[in-house]
C-alpha cells in the first residue's frame, strides 16, 4: 500500500506567516510522530501522537508549533509567526503501535523555507 | 541527557574496503539501538536494530553498553552502500513513547 505522505513537498513562506504541514500516515497506523532536520542538525523529535491524542509533546520549541491529528489518521502540524530559524525540513513518521520494536516509516518530508 | 553522537559527517572508502560508522550514546537507562539510512532522493528507512541481532545488506552493529557504542560494520563495501547513516536511540520510558533520538549523521562514500 502506500506509504507516508506529507504535503506540501516544498513551502516558502515570509517571516512572521503562519504555515500548515500535512501528514498522511500508513493506513492503521497509531502512533505518528513528527520530526525537523536543521541545516547540519540531526533529526530532532517534535512531538509523538498515539491516536488522536499526544502524550509527548515535549520536542515542540515554542508555542508557536502545534499539532493535531484527526479521526487517528492525518496530522497537522502549524507554525505560527514563523521565525528564519524554522526552516529545516519537517519529517512525518508513523508505526503500528508505539512499542519500539515496530518500525517507524517515514515520509518524503516538507522542506520549510522562511525568507 | 540523553544524545546521540556520531563524530564523522564524512566516511570515504573504496569499494571492497572495511567500514565502520561510529555510534556512542549517553543514556542512563537501557535504550534500544537503530541505524537508519537515506539514499539519495529516496526516504529514510529503518537498516537494523540491535535487538535483532541480524545482518541486513552484510551491515552488522554490536551494541556495548561499557563503551555505550553501537558502531556499524560492513568487511567489505560496496558503492550501493553510499548513503546518509544515521544512528538513533529509543529511550524506555515505559512504553509511553516510542520517539527516536537521532545523531547527526555520516554520509558514506564509497569510490570505486
Known amino acids: 500500500g502506500a506509504g507516508v505522505s506529507q504535503s506540501p513537498s516544498n513551502k516558502v513562506t515570509e517571516k512572521g506567516k503562519d504555515v500548515e504541514l500535512r501528514c498522511d500516515p500508513i493506513?492503521?497506523?497509531?502512533?505518528l510522530y513528527w520530526y525537523r532536520q536543521s541545516l547540519g542538525q540531526g533529526l530532532e523529535f517534535l512531538i509523538y501522537f498515539q491516536g488522536n491524542s499526544a502524550p509527548d509533546k515535549s520536542g515542540l520549541p515554542s508555542d508557536r508549533f502545534s499539532a493535531e491529528r484527526t479521526g487517528g489518521s492525518v496530522s497537522t502540524l502549524t507554525i505560527q509567526r514563523t521565525q528564519q530559524e524554522d526552516s529545516a525540513v519537517y519529517l512525518c513518521a508513523s508505526s503500528l503501535s508505539r512499542d519500539s520494536h515496530y518500525e517507524q516509516y517515514f515520509g518524503p518530508g516538507t522542506r520549510l523555507t522562511v525568507t | 541527557a540523553q544524545r546521540v553522537t556520531q563524530p564523522e559527517k564524512l566516511l570515504s572508502v573504496f569499494k571492497g574496503a572495511p567500514v565502520e560508522l561510529k555510534c556512542n550514546y549517553s543514556?542512563?537507562?537501557?535504550?534500544?539501538l537503530f541505524w537508519y539510512v537515506q539514499y539519495s532522493r529516496q526516504r529514510l528507512q529503518l537498516l537494523l536494530r540491535?535487538?535483532s541481532r541480524e545482518s541486513i545488506k552484510g551491515f552488522t552493529a554490536d551494541l556495548n553498553k561499557g563503551e555505550t557504542s553501537f558502531h556499524l560494520k560492513k568487511p567489505f563495501a560496496q558503492e550501493e552502500d553510499s548513503a546518509m547513516y544515521y544512528c538513533?536511540?529509543?529511550?524506555?520510558?515505559?512504553?509511553?513513547?516510542?520517539?527516536?533520538?537521532f545523531g547527526t549523521g555520516t554520509l558514506l562514500a564509497v569510490q570505486p
Open positions: 493506513s492503521g497506523h497509531t502512533a
Open positions: 543514556y542512563s537507562g537501557s535504550p534500544e
Open positions: 540491535h535487538i
Open positions: 538513533a536511540l529509543s529511550p524506555f520510558y515505559g512504553g509511553a513513547t516510542n520517539k527516536l533520538i
